[in-house]
Nanobody, 122 residues
Framework: VQLQASGGGLVQAGGSLRLSCAVSGRTVSRLVIAWFRQAPGKERAFVAAFKSYPSYADSVKGRFTISRDSAKNTVYLQMNSLKSEDTAVYYC???????????????????WGQGTQVTVSS
């Protein structure tokens, strides 16, 4: 399984970005796909995931939306109302057999994309 993340960039606070995670080697419907982020000097943190339904970190609920396009084998992260604290490198990850309680745990995922930088200016 290979993951290709894209869509990052520089945006002003309050703006929007859409990240994409293109998956090859397995259909997305057979994977749990998640987004994590890592800010400078901080640990990698869970953002959102799609298993049978979406899951979100409390810090992004109501602002971010994860979705899946099976025809394109791609998972998206729509990010609205961006804040300076959303600045980070965003990674998509994929796992098989990830149980619901393990979804926020980075160690539960077998495959990782290369990361895409998101910078929100205040």
């Amino acid at each position: 399984v290979q993951l290709q993340a894209s869509g990052g960039g520089l945006v002003q606070a309050g703006g929007s970005l859409r990240l994409s995670c293109a998956v090859s080697g397995r259909t997305v419907s057979r994977l749990v796909i998640a987004w994590f982020r890592q800010a400078p000097g901080k640990e990698r943190a869970f953002v959102a995931a799609f298993k049978s339904y979406p899951s979100y970190a409390d810090s992004v609920k109501g602002r971010f939306t994860i979705s899946r396009d099976s025809a394109k084998n791609t998972v998206y992260l729509q990010m609205n109302s961006l804040k300076s604290e959303d600045t980070a490198v965003y990674y998509c990850a994929a796992g098989t057999g990830v149980i619901q309680s393990s979804i926020p745990n980075a160690a539960a995922y077998n495959y990782w994309g290369q990361g895409t930088q998101v910078t929100v200016s205040s």
